[in-house]
T-cell receptor, first 113, second 114 residues
């Protein structure tokens, strides 16, 4: 069975500072990895996804993530955050593209001025 | 891009009544619809998977007679919470998928049962 661990429940950071949100996964088969952002009382917006190929994935809003198979990680990074990045971020995994997603517990990113 | 329209955005109902939530794929045909629920400050938990024209597959612990899912067409899936109780209060989100479209999430429905 697949599972996702997001190591930090909350990450406070000052505006324009870099940030890394950590995600580790476990899966016995191929993995497809995703990062989503959720604003209060809204659905999920896809930031980026890893399906295959280059392990460094670039997404929207300046976010990127690196797939590390040996460490079973898929950490999300942004070199300089904005106040508007304050939201909850979810890492998710699927064993096949189009199959159900298993989500991590989420990380709340709080950007302070 | 692909859009899933979810309605209503929020609903308040009395205990014992039923509530229907609709998800429509507007510009693609969602062959599969996933239904999730999210409790406050928690992650999304998959409730069921429905494929167009077939019965939904429910996750362990989810009562299929309480959470009725219909996916009669490629553009519409519904979740009906029957005989709702306060413990059913939650945020419900659908996600439609199709070949080459990945996962498209609805905007969610906040259900409050009083």
């Amino acid at each position: 069975a697949q599972s996702v661990t997001q190591l930090d429940s909350q990450v406070p950071v000052f505006e324009e500072a870099p940030v890394e949100l950590r995600c580790n996964y476990s899966s016995s088969v191929s993995v497809y990895l995703f990062w989503y952002v959720q604003y209060p009382n809204q659905g999920l917006q896809l930031l980026l996804k890893y399906l295959s190929g280059s392990t460094l994935v670039k997404g929207i809003n300046g976010f990127e993530a690196e797939f590390n198979k040996s460490q079973t990680s898929f950490h999300l990074r942004k070199p300089s955050v904005h106040i508007s990045d304050t939201a909850e971020y979810f890492c998710a995994v699927s064993n096949e593209y189009g199959n159900k997603l298993v989500f991590g517990a989420g990380t709340i990113l709080r950007v302070k001025s | 891009g692909a859009v899933v329209s979810q309605h209503p955005s929020w609903v308040i109902c009395k205990s014992g009544t039923s509530v229907k939530i609709e998800c429509r794929s507007l510009d693609f045909q969602a062959t599969t619809m996933f239904w999730y629920r999210q409790f406050p400050k928690q992650s999304l938990m998959l409730m069921a998977t429905s494929n167009e024209g077939s019965k939904a597959t429910y996750e362990q612990g989810v009562e299929k007679d309480k959470f009725l899912i219909n996916h009669a067409s490629l553009t519409l899936s519904t979740l009906t919470v029957t005989s709702a109780h306060p413990e059913d209060s939650s945020f419900y989100i659908c996600s439609g998928t199709a070949t080459n479209y990945g996962y498209t999430f609805g905007s969610g429905t906040r259900l409050t049962v009083v």
